[in-house]
């Protein structure tokens, strides 16, 4: 009984449904006082007089089926097909910072292609003393790093840039994930090559390119490139999956999730930027002039509130309710995250879960009180280069509504009295 | 604010350009590349030319090679089929409100595109064009934005002489300068507006795909843990595989007798085309097409898992059957066979084609 009601998705109508409830809080509330016994407490459940499954019943688990709503999505009319497309996380039903990898979200241009590790290659070429070639097992016998960061897709927030059109952090907010990345450092393997070659590295370059069909490529700064890149092939423990580049794939830390090459197996360096389609035709930013900024690598700082949002709807009563959010800054640390409630017009200050780690995700809470009234929810989040997020109306007077790319603004949710939230611009 | 940051940056750039080398211990991991290795994966072009390999191509020779392998996304004229991309037209829009990107109004370089053409394209069938029919095809997608003449042929030798309308068009990233104002040393906390109004709302655009529904939620939980439909499950994986056998086993025989295998392998050939939306044989999937394994003499539009026009799923339901007749009409000019199918491909100008890719596809029954 409880089952059949929790696996039922938060659908629109359900929206309404919850709004119901909520208007019957106080009832709901004074059942739970003891004016008539719960059930669930009185009566001997089937859970509590049966046994379940054994060890094994599953030898590598799912989630229980009352969270298989808790998954990525697409949104169809963006692109022409699946096979070279995005899909979001659902970071509206998440908490904590860890993006689990099977709902992490996925960008490929060509699929998602399925190697065995036995036919993994890594080659080194270029301005290089001796270009290398490496094996899977190569790459697990050089000292390894373990590090948490975020990856965020440039165009993460880019269907809002002309005003509000997805209703969902998930569709908002959603391509990006946060992980721990087992890997060897970029800078190891290129000492492994040798860069005496290479001369004066200050205006070299580290071009970039995956084993898939799209043979994605990108061109990275010789100085980011010895400086926090990893050659990753765990995540979160376990190998990466094959949507996210089993067995290898890039970390470029704080920088636009395309640089993350995925299935990757050539690094060359170079002593100027290839200008590949990634860097140029696509991932530039158009401003209202027509004039087009490129190598807008990092990641500005942004956050938004997760809960309560159009997909996660306020469903108790009147009382105590936990606002939270995720917050992150490819040039650093989070510092601080404010949280507005009134449309940007008065800010409090959130608690941070934990102090802000370098381009990884922040979590913040606000633990609040809400009595039905409207809210217009937002977050405003600020890095310890000392940048704040800027509001839409910010953003849009210096970059115009054409960039694509790098929507930083601070979102808002508008939040009405029977806790069913919408997302909307305000002035 | 602003000035401190930049000092950061130069330190810890100083830092890590100066110490790599001198820190490098080598742990002697991997094999030198050997250079036919290199020159297999090193394929990239840059701007100035870096890596192109010597050839050449006409428009015309670009213009018959672009039907054949491009036409079926980016359109006869590279003006882009449904959501695929255009490659041509835009000029002078990209300040408007609406800006259309494509190679003549936006890539800057030339490099790009043959770089791209060679190592990502055909979608579906990368790495199988020949460095002249790139060369081709890039001088064709120059001709459709009206950038040379039909008479003009691409080669390395005139590469660099090819002027990109927007190689001016782009900035290296100025944020830091462009928006130092971002950089705050206390954002405002209090009556920080004098009023606030909804100025838009996501609603109203309707657009938001609609979240799970009761069947997909049901599907996940099935695929998730089949206990608890066990009894249906079991069922469902016995009957496809029966269904299989029978297929299989009866049009075998008569299948030996007509196959030509002379002229299934140059069906091959043309399938190439198609390639890049339907899979068929061993493993196939659903992608922007149907699968095609078994389709000479199936029923049309019933393809399991597929979603088509309607106008497919009628003739489907109206009891169309692909014999090959029907097959070569609809192959021939799809569009004029079924004014509404999804099936954006132009169509087989040759008949030896048709009977080719036919004959290639009955392969498969």
């Not at chain 1, 989630?63 to 699946?82: C, G, H, K, M, Q």
């Not at chain 2, 002697?28 to 890596?51: I, K, Q, Y």
Request: with cysteine.
């Amino acid at each position: 009984m409880s089952d059949s009601s929790n696996a039922k998705s938060p659908s629109r109508r359900q929206f309404l449904t919850g709004a119901a409830a909520a208007g019957a809080g106080a009832v709901a509330a004074g059942a739970a006082r003891g004016a008539t016994a719960d059930p669930l407490i009185t009566e001997v459940q089937s859970w509590a007089s049966g046994t379940g499954e054994g060890v094994d019943a599953t030898p590598y688990g799912m989630p229980i089926r009352f969270e298989t709503d808790v998954r990525r999505r697409n949104v169809e009319w963006l692109t022409a097909d699946t096979i070279s497309s995005i899909n979001f996380t659902p970071i509206h039903a998440l908490d904590g910072t860890i993006t689990p990898q099977g709902c992490a979200f996925e960008r490929h241009h060509s699929g998602a292609i399925e190697m065995r590790k036995q036919d993994y290659r890594l080659m080194i070429n270029g301005l290089v003393d001796t270009p290398l070639v490496f094996t899977y097992e190569d790459l697990e016998r050089f000292p390894r790093e373990n590090r948490v960061y975020f990856c965020e897709c440039a165009a993460n927030t880019g269907m809002e840039w002309a005003g509000a059109q997805l209703n969902g952090a998930q569709f908002t907010h959603g391509m990006i994930h946060n992980m721990e990345y087992s890997g060897v450092s970029l800078r190891t393997l290129l000492e492994e090559a040798g860069l005496d070659a290479a001369g004066d590295l200050k205006d070299k370059w580290v071009y970039v390119e995956g084993a898939d069909a799209s043979s994605n490529g990108r061109s990275i700064p010789m100085e980011k490139a010895l400086d926090d890149v990893l050659v990753a092939f765990k995540a979160n423990g376990e190998a990466l999956r094959k949507e996210h580049g089993y067995p290898v794939r890039l970390v470029v830390p704080g920088w636009e999730g395309n640089m993350w090459v995925k299935w990757l197996r050539r690094i060359e360096v170079t002593d100027q930027p290839v200008q590949s389609r990634e860097e140029t035709s696509k991932y530039t930013d158009t401003l209202a002039n027509g004039t087009s900024r490129k190598w807008t690598w990092a990641m500005d700082a942004k956050s938004v509130v997760t809960s309560p949002s159009p997909q996660a709807p306020i469903k108790h009563g009147n009382g105590p309710l936990v606002i939270t959010g995720l917050a992150w800054s490819g040039r650093g640390a989070i510092k601080r995250v404010d949280v507005s409630k009134d449309g940007g017009t008065t800010w409090e200050t959130a608690r941070l879960a934990a102090p802000g780690e370098k381009m990884a995700l922040t979590r913040f809470y606000l633990d609040t009180e809400w009595n039905g009234e409207e809210m217009l929810l937002q977050s405003r989040a600020m890095d310890e280069t000392g940048y704040v997020q800027p509001t839409k109306a910010e953003l849009r007077d210096v970059r115009g509504e054409n960039s694509i790319y790098h929507n930083n603004c601070i979102q808002t949710w508008w939040v009405k009295p029977n806790g069913e939230a919408e997302n909307v611009e305000v002035s | 604010m602003s000035k401190y940051r930049k000092l950061i940056v130069t330190t810890a750039l100083a830092a890590t350009l100066t110490a790599g080398p001198a820190l490098a211990e080598k742990l002697g991991l991997g094999r030198p590349a050997l250079p036919e290795e290199v020159a297999a994966w090193n394929l990239d072009v840059s701007p100035d030319g870096t890596g192109l390999p010597d050839g050449s191509g006409s428009v015309e020779e670009g213009d018959a090679l672009f039907a054949d392998y491009c036409a079926v996304c980016h359109g006869d004229f590279a003006e882009g089929v449904d959501n695929w991309p255009k490659l041509a037209g835009g000029a002078g829009t990209l300040a408007d409100k609406d800006p259309l990107k494509t190679v003549g109004s936006y890539w800057p370089y030339l490099s790009t595109t043959w770089d791209y053409v060679h190592r990502s394209m055909p979608f579906g069938n990368a790495q199988t064009l020949a460095p002249d029919e790139v060369y081709a095809i890039v001088a064709y997608i120059l001709y459709s934005n009206d950038l040379v003449e039909d008479d003009f042929v691409l080669s390395k030798d005139n590469f660099l002489d090819v002027e990109m309308p927007n190689k001016d068009g782009f900035i290296i990233d100025d944020r830091e300068s462009a928006e130092a104002h971002f950089w705050k040393d206390e954002p405002c906390m209090t009556d920080c507006k004098e009023t606030v109004e909804i100025t838009m709302q996501a609603a109203v655009l309707d657009v938001t795909p609609e979240e799970t529904k009761a069947r997909k939620v049901q599907e996940m939980m099935d695929a998730t843990n089949p206990a608890n439909k066990a009894g249906d499950a079991e069922a469902k994986t016995e009957e496809p595989a029966a269904a299989d056998e029978a297929a299989a086993a009866e049009p075998a025989a008569e299948e030996t007798a007509s196959v030509d295998p002379a002229l299934v392998a140059e069906g091959e050939k043309v399938f190439k085309k198609c390639k890049a939306c339907h899979q068929i044989g061993d493993g196939a999937k659903h992608r922007t097409g149907p699968i095609l394994t078994g389709i000479v003499g199936h029923g049309a539009g019933v393809a399991e898992g597929f979603k088509y026009s309607k106008d497919m799923a009628q003739a489907g339901q109206d009891g169309l059957i692909w014999t090959e007749e029907e097959l070569a009409a609809f192959l021939t000019k799809p569009k004029a066979y079924m004014k509404k199918t999804k099936m954006s491909f132009a169509g087989l100008k040759k008949e030896d084609d048709v009977q080719a890719v036919i004959a290639y596809l009955k392969s498969f029954n």
